[in-house]
């Protein structure tokens, strides 16, 4: 993309340690090449207790990439989970990354990541991996059919790629791109912006009312919560009492 004048932004997203908090950042330094490159921005950030795949201030991230002038911004989340979905919320094109070869392709479909996939791609489908890659490109395609079509009429696409041998990268790019124009011209793409905002309009509101609860009840809280530990109260009656 970088190739063809296009300013790139790459937002990745990288799992935080439950027992330290920490995290170790290391995805700028598997883009070499990118990470050199002008007309690309690279900037790694920790989840920090964050569900959905994504960090607290990622949207915010976003928007500000925007505003610089990054025509295609990329959001590599923390990997595939049920409760990693929020960033389907924020982005214009959900694409859906697996890999062949690790087990049976189908038993680690998780249904609810893939009905809001837009594209599958099936990486690494190269040397000895390419015919498994091939296999499992046919199951997703056939596994698909069985979930609810997209609202927006579109049939999601299954393709294979190599990141190491740099092959299917364009004809990626090319459905990418053949999927934005096909929510543009239905329409779609101005009314899913609108449905995002709505719903990051709600989660900011939840985030501020659990901040300014937890302040203003801090003590009560610290109180109710060394009797749960001590098995005096359920949690369910510190509870109640919380919101007498």
């Not at 970088?2 to 290391?26: C, H, M, N, R």
């Not at 990054?70 to 924020?90: D, F, K, N, P, R």
């Not at 990541?113 to 091939?134: C, H, T, V």
């Amino acid at each position: 993309l970088t190739a063809q004048g296009i300013k790139v932004a790459v937002l990745a997203i990288d799992p935080s340690s439950e027992k330290s908090g920490g995290s170790i950042l290391g995805d700028k330094t598997r883009m070499h090449e990118l990470s050199v490159d002008d007309l690309a921005f690279i900037r790694p950030s920790p989840t920090a207790g964050s569900l959905g795949g994504v960090a607290k201030k990622t949207r915010e991230s976003i928007l500000l990439c925007e505003a610089a002038g990054y025509e295609v911004i990329l959001i590599e989340t923390v990997g595939v989970g049920q409760s990693e979905t929020a960033v389907h919320s924020m982005v214009d094109v959900f694409v859906l990354l697996m890999l062949a070869g690790a087990g049976d392709e189908l038993q680690g479909i998780k249904r609810g990541i893939m009905e809001m996939a837009d594209i599958l791609l099936i990486n690494k489908a190269d040397g000895d991996n390419l015919i498994p890659a091939k296999k499992a490109q046919a199951q997703y395609k056939t596994a698909l059919h069985l979930f609810p079509h997209n609202p927006n009429g579109w049939t999601p696409q299954v393709g294979i790629c190599s990141a190491l041998e740099k092959q299917h990268i364009d004809q990626a790019w090319e459905t990418i791109k053949a999927y934005r124009k096909w929510t543009q011209e239905r329409g779609t793409l101005q009314s899913q912006r609108q449905e995002q905002n709505r719903y990051w309009f709600h989660q900011i509101i939840k985030v501020r009312l659990e901040e300014d609860f937890y302040s203003q009840h801090q003590s009560q809280i610290a109180q109710l919560e060394q009797e749960v530990m001590e098995a005096k109260l359920s949690p369910s009656q510190a509870l109640q009492q919380l919101f007498q």
